[in-house]
């Protein structure tokens, strides 16, 4: 049963145009949302977060984007580059009851912007 | 500053076999995070180490999996009778304290990972 879901598992956009990556989640016990890039052959590396108490969260040229009521977050990316595709994790934080905030992935969604 | 190291990159293991796979936090941070993640699947969490303690160990699926961080510093994932369905890469991040993930201190930092193939 997966509890944080990006449905679509590849996006292509045009550069200087906005990418929009969606991601739902099933447990309302997460409280932070995140979301990783990953290259190849490299680890996740973090990008952006928000707290289950906002609506918003901007940092530069990456905003998220936070709907509780509907379960949805999303992540916007405006303009677009190339050094931008990559695939795209979406991940939620809940605390484990075990001193641990883990975190749990979404199968992620491959951007490739078009030069 | 260095990042989160893991070795050895790549691995490869007869079904049946025994491996370890190493991690190298940032220097300094406390807490230690192992995932696995599978073909076309996001990482999974595994295991959580806050110190030398696994504090959390929820996510290992069965007893053939296990790992130590004696000195709380690098830890080892270590695999009895390594399975086909171990194939996987095994990735390891660390942060500064336990992680909710909205701070510069929380956030999870991820190593490369190892690619584990049993064949």
């Known amino acids: 049963d997966q509890q944080v879901k990006q449905n679509s598992p590849s996006l292509s956009v045009q550069e200087g145009r906005i990418s929009i990556l969606n991601c739902d989640y099933t447990?309302?016990?997460?409280?932070?949302f995140l979301w990783y890039k990953k290259y190849p052959a490299e680890g996740p590396t973090f990008l952006i977060s928000?707290?289950?108490?906002?609506d918003k969260n901007e940092d530069g040229r990456f905003t998220v984007f936070l709907n509780k009521s509907a379960k949805h977050l999303s992540l916007h990316i405006v303009p677009s580059q190339p050094g931008d595709s990559a695939v795209y994790f979406c991940?939620?934080?809940?605390?484990?009851?075990?001193?641990?905030?883990?975190?749990?992935f979404g199968k992620g969604t491959k951007l490739s912007v078009i030069p | 500053g260095a990042g989160v190291s893991q070795t050895p990159s790549n691995k490869v293991t007869e079904k049946g076999k025994y491996v370890e796979l190493r991690c190298d936090p940032i220097?300094?941070?406390?807490?230690l995070y192992w995932y696995r993640q599978s073909l076309g699947q996001g990482p999974e969490f595994l295991i959580y180490f806050q110190g030398t303690g696994a504090a959390d160990d929820s996510g290992l699926p069965n007893d053939r999996f296990f790992a130590v961080r004696p000195e709380g510093s690098v830890s080892t994932l270590k695999i009895q009778r390594t399975e086909r369905g171990d194939s996987a890469v095994y990735l390891c991040?660390?942060?500064?304290?336990?992680?909710?993930?909205?701070?510069?201190?929380?956030?999870?930092?991820f190593g490369p990972g190892t690619r584990l193939t049993v064949l």
């Open positions: 991940a939620a934080s809940a605390y484990s009851g075990a001193g641990s905030y883990q975190l749990t």
């Open positions: 928000i707290s289950s108490i906002k």
């Open positions: 220097s300094g941070h406390t807490a």
């Open positions: 447990n309302s016990m997460f409280d932070y």
């Open positions: 991040a660390s942060s500064l304290r336990p992680s909710m993930g909205g701070s510069s201190t929380d956030t999870q930092y």
